[in-house]
């Protein structure tokens, strides 16, 4: 069994690919390090990287390209979460024989580049994961390096260093699907479940891992009987399964918060009875309870410590994507006692949208 599965990179694809990657430098301080294609090759591609993270934006400049296709169908959104791997051709012999539908058979890449050998195996929905072997840790293969700037955007102590997880919505049905899928095919463990009421509405959770606790899938599927809600929305504004946020790292989250705040960041608001619960739950470790409040931060605790998280507002035109910052404080779990509270501020924002609408 391959068991060593690290997150590489991930792909997006994008509608507008100079004003995304405006977006990723100048909101959330990702550098752009290399580019790939041209208009004659039916893509545009850029690398962009921060902390630990490596972030492949694309474009499709002819509608030949899966970019085309994928914008059309879902707008801008993840595509491939590239695992990396010490054996592609045995991480890919074992995937498909778990399930996965292959995509692109094994490749290898020759011995001048940091990546030795590349596969494509389907995921979720229309998310592909392309299998990495890699012999460095620079490019990709096919991307050309920029002349180094010197910039640094996320000097203003806004830096965010590893994607902590990535949250799914999957249709009815599907879940119990996916869970077995990744534990078969990739050999993640099923770390946790829970369902989540709010009013005549409800969702339920499975959290897959792989054994080496660096990628991380928070699976979420609507309650098929509970009244449609924000995850049914999702689906539908989407067209289908797929990632809902993603969740970056930080070492300091109010910090954190009000820089990327000041960058044009906006970020969900959390109701103000869960400041005044939260000495009922907790004693705060670290932060000051007002700073929580005024910056809309939610605070959980487990066994091994506490963490501190906050979500963006939707910027996407679908009303789909968003993101979330969270600071580990030795916590090892997802902030169980805080999705409820999520649900709760996503659920008013989405009400809060059609009353704009109306």
Known sequence: MIDDFELDHVVMYVQDLDRQTTLWHDHYGFREVAVAGSPAQGFRSVLMVQGDMRLVLTEATDEGHPAAAYVLAHGDGVADIAFGTSDVRAAY???????????AEPREHGDCGDVA??????????????????RGTGLLPGFRALPASGDDPAGDGSRLYTMDHFAICLGTGQLDWAVDFYRSAFGFDDIFAERIVVGSQAMISQVVQSRTGRITFTMIQPDPNADPGQIDEFLKN????????????????TRAVRALSDRGVRFLRTPGAYYDRIGERLQLRKHRLDDLRELN???????????????????HDRRTLFFELIERCGAETFGSSNIKALYEAVEAERLAAHGDQN
């Open 297 to 315: 931060i939610l605070v959980d605790e487990d066994h091994g410590g506490q963490l501190f998280q906050l979500f963006t507002q939707s910027g």
């Open 93 to 103: 012999a074992q995937v498909v024989a778990g399930g996965a539908r292959v995509i």
């Open 117 to 134: 050998a590349t596969a494509v195996v389907s995921g979720f929905g229309d998310v592909v994961h392309t299998l990495v072997q890699r």
């Open 238 to 253: 989407h067209g289908g399964a797929g990632v809902q946020h993603i969740a970056f790292t930080t070492e300091d989250i």
